[in-house]
């Protein structure tokens, strides 16, 4: 869990920048609003980044956003908005390359020694959930998907 700092930083996005349904749902004219967690240093199989978590002030939701080098400075930095998948980017599931496109722009984004990923929580089956999503992967192996 991210733990916010004791002055929390907000910052705005509009509603039509998020694609899921957000519990419980904003207005057209809500912000959404999301507090800034304390940054730490992240050591990966692919060196060492800086992490922060930006957690939804209405939902509670938590995001991770990790980030190589002086990305304000670098002339090209690397980007990539990761959908959260726990079958792919926890298990390996075969049945999607989640975890091998983390991976792969992770690799990348330390190549370039300049870059951000942005992880997106609760985003698993593309919204739906993991329930959802493993009842249509039962649905898959018996031909009815």
Not at 53 to 63: D, F, K, R, W
Not at 111 to 127: K, S
């Given at each position: 869990m991210c733990t916010?700092?004791?002055t929390p930083v907000v910052v705005e996005a509009p509603k039509d920048a998020v694609e899921r349904r957000v519990t419980p749902p904003l207005?057209?004219?809500?912000?959404?609003?999301?507090?800034?967690?304390e940054p730490t240093r992240m050591p990966t199989a692919h060196g060492d980044f800086d992490a922060v978590?930006?957690?939804?002030?209405?939902?509670?939701?938590?995001?991770l956003v990790l980030t190589k080098g002086d990305v304000s400075t670098a002339q090209a930095p690397l980007a990539r908005v990761h959908s959260e998948c726990a079958t792919g980017d926890i298990f390996g599931s075969r049945r999607c390359d989640c975890g091998e496109q983390l991976q792969k722009s992770l690799q990348l984004i330390a190549?370039?020694?300049?870059?951000?990923?942005?992880?997106?929580?609760?985003?698993?089956?593309?919204?739906i959930?993991?329930?959802?999503?493993?009842?249509?992967?039962?649905?898959?192996?018996?031909?009815?998907?």
């Open positions: 916010p700092p004791k207005s057209p004219r809500s912000p959404l609003r999301v507090t800034r967690g978590c930006y957690t939804e002030t209405n939902s509670g939701l938590e995001h190549a370039a020694d300049a870059g951000v990923l942005i992880y997106l929580r609760g985003q698993e089956g593309r919204g959930g993991l329930n959802a999503k493993l009842t249509a992967y039962a649905l898959q192996d018996q031909g009815r998907d």
